[in-house]
Nanobody
Framework: QVQLVESGGGLVQAGESLRLSCAAS????????MHWYRQAPGKQRELVAS???????YYADSVKGRFAISRDNAKNTVYLQMNNLKPEETAVYYC?????????????WGQGTQVTVSS
């Protein structure tokens, strides 16, 4: 089992920044990919960013150039630096532990952290 705990959410004004953290514990594999998703009210959950164990990254087009995902394998923690936030990015942000190249590693989600961006 793997437990994921997100933190760092909050209320900010448009244009400001937040840094989210996701701490993993339990039977962790160092080779797993880590992801950040978000779900706004009334909308489907969407992938925001991903990072492989080797540091390769993926970003949704809507966040490229403003968000940065990183990981500290020694601390079993993944981060999402979010800059120049927009009101439409108000959502619950979730961390996910999953690799499609090896589903036997498991598929785990955190409880989410609320990000609210006021205009």
């Amino acid at each position: 089992q793997v437990q994921l705990v997100e933190s760092g959410g909050g209320l900010v004004q448009a244009g400001e920044s937040l840094r989210l953290s996701c701490a993993a514990s339990g039977s962790i594999s160092g080779i797993v990919d880590m992801h950040w998703y978000r779900q706004a009210p009334g909308k489907q959950r969407e992938l925001v960013a991903s990072i492989s164990s080797g540091g390769s990254t993926y970003y949704a087009d809507s966040v490229k150039g403003r968000f940065a995902i990183s990981r500290d394998n020694a601390k079993n923690t993944v981060y999402l630096q979010m800059n120049n936030l927009k009101p439409e990015e108000t959502a619950v942000y979730y961390c996910r532990y999953y690799s499609d190249f090896d589903v036997s590693l498991g598929d785990y989600w955190g409880q989410g952290t609320q990000v609210t961006v006021s205009s």
